[in-house]
């Protein structure tokens, strides 16, 4: 029910944009995250944000270089990715819940993930 794409090979310091399209508009009541896991690495969040986009919440990591954004018209979550680092790689999920914001894995729906491979 969630798809993402945009993933891809990239260079340090370049930009991507993942987006993630869910399969109908009751997603747009959601809670919509992003996550993302390196090999042999737990999962871990990247950023969040509420249904209306009102409230949004990141990871230090990611603080200042990406920014989590949502067109519930296209029933679609952004994440703009700049100044890419090669610790940034690692597969990509996006997440939804309804209810409460969460920076934990605690999602109900999870799409299937797509590869940011970042080269130094």
């Known amino acids: 029910q969630l798809v993402e794409s945009g993933g891809g090979l990239v260079q340090a310091g370049d930009s991507l944009r993942l987006s993630c399209t869910a399969s109908d508009r009751t997603f747009g009541s959601a809670v919509m995250g992003w996550f993302r896991q390196a090999p042999g690495k737990d999962r871990e969040f990247v950023a969040a944000?509420?249904?209306?986009?009102?409230?949004?919440y990141y990871a230090d990591s990611v603080k200042g270089r990406f920014t989590i954004s949502r067109d519930n018209a296209k029933n679609t979550v952004y994440l703009q990715m700049n100044s890419l680092k090669p610790e940034d790689t690692a597969v990509y999920f996006c997440?939804?819940?309804?209810?409460?914001?969460?920076?934990?894995?605690?999602?109900?729906?999870w799409g299937q993930g797509t590869q940011v491979t970042v080269s130094s």
């Open positions: 997440a939804a819940r309804f209810g409460r914001i969460l920076t934990t894995p605690g999602y109900d729906y």
């Open positions: 944000i509420s249904w209306n986009g009102g409230n949004t």
